[in-house]
């Protein structure tokens, strides 16, 4: 069975209740009580929850109907019809302010108020559903720790997440309104945002890292276009990167590091990367081969071994990237700048998964052997 919709009327005049009360129960609504009240408007709105209000606003008593439309729809947003034979200009500005959901002037027909109920319930059940979609959003956008924010195109905040809030030592009501160039010349952000108004030229998106007061961040800034592709907002996102940053500075520190200890080995160290590319030598690897470090980075290993024996080192490589951190025996022959084959051996890590190395270590030596081996 579907439930009735439940109609709270406020009317101080007892017949004019009867008759609005009687007619809205022949047009299938449900309607259990008539209040004449202000205080007993929002205290029935509060114990019936009805679905909507019928609201006289010439009341009996020291408040109106729209001082109590008020005072119902900040504590419970239930939608407030005015009925009233009253329709000055002042009488109307005042009752725009609660945010009515409709207007019915005395006297009226059954028609016109059941229009103006389904009107009216329709309207803030639409209400209803962009309060909980903006809610998502903001949820969503309080779930972050970034800061992000909206602007008009003079600059003035129109949204921002509590991130943003926080990071300005304000609140989202007292930021709201407000323009984002105080922030930027009080030095509470960024400055570089202060260029922001080429994206309202070009309508371009643009990103940028910059640092400020010791930390870094990662800023994006956005176009906000309408239906007919004009700016009318920008969108700005700006994510704290400075950890991120000391660890790039880290792992390049490191890099050069064990580049360092790769070129000035005395063994001879290869670092190869997935493909076979060498990526670094020691000087050892010059010294053996007669190739130096600037002919032999970015070359094959495969063109240095020897033609025997590329198969049998193809296999070795293709076990050993199956098997992160591996460690295998290796011994091949390179041919030598001058053309002659030289063996080497030695172990041969996988160590692709490595942040500082990044890649596949061969570090072994120069076996003396007879003529006879390098022939072999």
Same mark, same amino acid.
């Given at each position: 069975?579907?439930?009735? @919709?439940?109609?709270?009327?406020?009317? /101080?005049?007892?017949?004019?209740?009867?008759?609005?009360?009687?007619?809205? &129960?022949?047009?299938?609504?449900?309607?259990?009580?008539?209040?004449?009240?202000?205080?007993?408007?929002?205290?029935?709105?509060?114990?019936?929850?009805?679905?909507?209000?019928?609201?006289?606003?010439?009341?009996?008593?020291?408040?109106?109907?729209?001082?109590?439309?008020?005072?119902?729809?900040?504590?419970?947003?239930? %939608?407030?019809?005015?009925?009233?034979?009253?329709?000055?200009?002042?009488?109307?500005?005042?009752?725009?302010?609660?945010?009515?959901?409709?207007?019915?002037?005395?006297?009226?027909?059954?028609?016109?108020?059941?229009?103006?109920?389904?009107?009216?319930?329709?309207?803030?059940?639409?209400?209803?559903?962009?309060?909980?979609?903006?809610?998502?959003?903001?949820?969503?956008?309080?779930? @972050?720790?970034?800061?992000?924010?909206?602007?008009?195109?003079?600059?003035?905040?129109?949204?921002?997440?509590?991130?943003?809030?926080?990071?300005?030592?304000?609140?989202? /009501?007292?930021?709201?309104?407000?323009?984002?160039?105080?922030?930027?010349?009080?030095?509470?952000?960024?400055?570089?945002?202060?260029?922001?108004?080429?994206?309202?030229?070009?309508? +371009?998106?643009?990103?940028?890292?910059?640092?400020?007061?010791?930390?870094?961040?990662?800023?994006?800034?956005?176009?906000?276009?309408?239906?007919?592709?004009?700016?009318?907002?920008?969108?700005?996102?700006?994510?704290?990167?400075?950890?991120?940053?000391?660890?790039?500075?880290? !792992?390049?520190?490191?890099?050069?590091?064990?580049?360092?200890?790769?070129? +000035?080995?005395?063994?001879?160290?290869?670092?190869?990367?997935?493909?076979?590319?060498?990526?670094?030598?020691?000087?050892?690897?010059?010294?053996?081969?007669?190739?130096?470090?600037?002919?032999?980075?970015?070359?094959?290993?495969?063109?240095?071994?020897?033609?025997?024996?590329?198969?049998?080192?193809?296999?070795?490589?293709?076990?050993?990237?199956?098997?992160?951190?591996?460690?295998? %025996?290796?011994?091949?022959? !390179?041919?030598?700048?001058?053309?002659?084959?030289?063996?080497?051996?030695?172990? &041969?890590? +996988?160590? !692709?998964? +490595?942040?500082?190395?990044?890649?596949?270590?061969?570090?072994?030596?120069?076996?003396?052997?007879?003529?006879? /081996?390098?022939?072999?």
């Amino acid at each position: 069975m579907t439930k009735k @919709t439940r109609v709270l009327v406020v009317e /101080d005049e007892a017949i004019t209740a009867v008759d609005i009360q009687t007619s809205l &129960i022949g047009l299938g609504y449900d309607v259990p009580e008539i209040v004449m009240t202000e205080a007993a408007a929002v205290q029935k709105a509060e114990e019936l929850k009805p679905d909507i209000i019928l609201m006289d606003i010439m009341l009996a008593g020291p408040m109106t109907g729209i001082e109590a439309a008020e005072e119902i729809r900040k504590r419970l947003r239930i %939608p407030v019809i005015y009925l009233t034979a009253f329709a000055n200009d002042a009488i109307l500005e005042k009752a725009k302010i609660t945010e009515p959901y409709g207007y019915v002037l005395k006297p009226f027909s059954e028609s016109e108020v059941r229009s103006n109920i389904e009107i009216a319930l329709y309207k803030h059940r639409m209400d209803e559903m962009l309060l909980e979609k903006e809610e998502t959003i903001r949820a969503l956008l309080n779930a @972050t720790p970034d800061a992000l924010f909206l602007l008009d195109k003079d600059g003035k905040f129109l949204a921002l997440n509590d991130a943003m809030a926080h990071r300005l030592n304000k609140t989202v /009501d007292e930021i709201i309104g407000t323009s984002f160039f105080d922030y930027l010349f009080s030095k509470l952000y960024p400055p570089k945002l202060v260029h922001f108004d080429d994206i309202v030229v070009k309508e +371009n998106a643009t990103r940028f890292e910059e640092e400020f007061q010791g930390k870094w961040y990662e800023s994006c800034v956005l176009p906000v276009l309408d239906d007919k592709k004009t700016m009318k907002k920008i969108a700005v996102f700006s994510h704290e990167i400075t950890r991120q940053k000391k660890n790039e500075e880290q !792992l390049r520190a490191n890099e050069e590091y064990l580049r360092s200890l790769i070129e +000035n080995a005395a063994d001879l160290t290869i670092v190869l990367k997935s493909g076979g590319k060498l990526s670094g030598v020691s000087t050892a690897f010059e010294r053996i081969t007669g190739y130096t470090y600037k002919e032999s980075v970015g070359n094959g290993i495969w063109d240095y071994i020897h033609p025997e024996d590329l198969e049998k080192t193809r296999v070795i490589m293709d076990e050993l990237l199956a098997t992160p951190k591996a460690v295998k %025996p290796m011994t091949m022959r !390179l041919i030598t700048k001058a053309g002659m084959p030289v063996i080497i051996e030695g172990l &041969i890590c +996988n160590l !692709l998964d +490595n942040p500082v190395v990044g890649g596949i270590i061969f570090n072994g030596w120069e076996r003396k052997s007879k003529k006879s /081996d390098l022939c072999a």
